[in-house]
């Protein structure tokens, strides 16, 4: 019976302590912004995919509803959002540096990358972080980067990714071709 009885407790023992965790605790998460600060942004249905096999496979856009908000020219930025809310995209020129800035609203921890792409090419850029409100991350590229190149020969949408998170895509506008071709010409 003693036996017994040691056996039961030496297999608990060891049952307990096959649940224990030997690796340190993960250091807390930071705090994440109100999700009031970038509200939620809504789509239109995606557009059909061409079953055309000759056609590039675009995987950051395909199945990709196009965000609904519309363009404007505000202090010579073209940014993209609800009307009267906070912008989703904004794309400015740094004419001293000639360097086009792109910049989306986002309510989530760090970035590291920020990706632009069309229908036919991307571009990635190194991301940094606008605290806001609204909290944004952006990167630039020279104004004189072949990507410009397809994304105003574009006509129809082109999408912008954090990391690997969700593309928001939006349609082409006047209002970015007027930035990015104000960017290009030296003063």
């Not at 009885?5 to 250091?27: F, K, S």
């Not at 079953?51 to 609904?68: K, M, N, Y």
């Not at 908000?69 to 904004?90: E, K, L, R």
């Not at 036919?120 to 940094?128: E, K």
């Amino acid at each position: 019976m003693r036996q017994t009885r040691r056996l039961y407790w030496a297999l608990a023992a060891m049952i307990a302590l096959a649940g224990c965790n030997t690796e340190p605790n993960a250091a807390p998460k930071p705090a994440q912004p109100a999700a009031d600060d970038t509200p939620q942004i809504a789509t239109a249905p995606p557009p059909p995919v061409s079953p055309d096999t000759t056609r590039i496979a675009t995987p950051e856009l395909d199945h990709v509803g196009t965000a609904l908000g519309s363009w404007s020219m505000q202090d010579g930025n073209a940014v993209f959002g609800p009307p009267g809310g906070n912008p989703y995209f904004i794309l400015s020129c740094d004419a001293q540096a000639r360097r086009v800035r792109m910049a989306r609203s986002d309510r989530r921890g760090d970035a590291d990358r920020l990706q632009i792409v069309t229908a036919n090419a991307s571009a990635t850029m190194t991301a940094s972080i606008d605290p806001g409100p609204p909290r944004m991350v952006a990167g630039s590229l020279s104004a004189d980067d072949m990507f410009f190149g397809a994304l105003l020969a574009g006509d129809d949408r082109f999408g912008v990714r954090i990391d690997r998170q969700r593309t928001l895509a939006m349609p082409m506008a006047a209002a970015l071709r007027t930035v990015i071709e104000n960017c290009r010409r030296p003063d």
